[in-house]
Structure formats: structure tokens, C-alpha cells
């Protein structure tokens, strides 16, 4: 199950939002400074969208893990995508994969309410790769990266 942090609960939960944003991004050549603060900040202005990922055990919620999500657009094909900019587990959160397809459900749901034409990621971990294939996502592009 998925839970949508709201603008205004983001304080009470980012130092430890932050911590495994931090631990969860890959660094990227040429990156400001400033990074985390912006991400903060479009969490605040409601620009991202941050969610907490529950399983239930034995009939009690469990927080297993979070992920923040942003809309983009593409000018050119004039197209809109949920891009799941982050996901991250909490330390010794182990998600179902059961959890990954509700999670997947909700973010659809989510998706297509803000004019989305796809849920979009990427990942670089197999795992997640094997995860997303298991529940009918199409896995069809590398990211390529040339840091000048």
C-alpha cells in the first residue's frame, strides 16, 4: 500500500526522507550543490510528490520504504510521464512483491489523474529491473550518459 506524504507533513519526516534520498541517488557529473535543498523545496511547493510504501504483517502496517515521484513533460511528443525520481527501502524493509504491484496500481491511479501517459524510472539495480518485469512493465531503453 501506498501513503502520499502532504506538503505541509514533509518537515516533520525529512531528516529521515533526506538521509535515504541520499543513500538511494546515484551522483550525477555537474550536479549543484544544492540538490537535496531542491528537492526539499519542490516537495514543499507540491512539485514532487512523496510516498511511503506499507506491507501488512499480521494485520499491523509496516513502513518498508518511500519514493518520490515528479511530472514530466516532453514538449516535442507532447506527452506527460509520472517519473519515479527516487525509491528507496528502509533499513531492513524487505517489500512483497505484492507491494510493488499495489504500489504500481496506486501510481497509475495517481498518474493518470495528473494527465500522465506512463509511469516512468530508471534503475541501474537487476533487481528492480526483474521486479518491474514480473509485475508488466516494459523494460526497453538504456540510459546512456556521456559526462563531459
Known sequence: MLQQIMPEQIPAFWGSLEEMIRKALPVV???????????????????MTCWVAYD???GEKVSNGIGITIVVSDDVTETKSLLLYCMATLEGGSPSLQSYQEGMVALR????????????????IDYLINVAKSIGGVVSYTFISFPV
Open 109 to 124: 491511479k495517481y498518474a493518470k489523474s495528473k494527465g500522465c501517459d506512463r509511469v516512468t524510472a530508471y534503475t541501474n
Open 29 to 47: 557529473p555537474g550536479e549543484s550543490d544544492g540538490k537535496f535543498n531542491n528537492i526539499l523545496t519542490k516537495l514543499l511547493e507540491g512539485v
Open 56 to 58: 501488512d504483517r499480521d
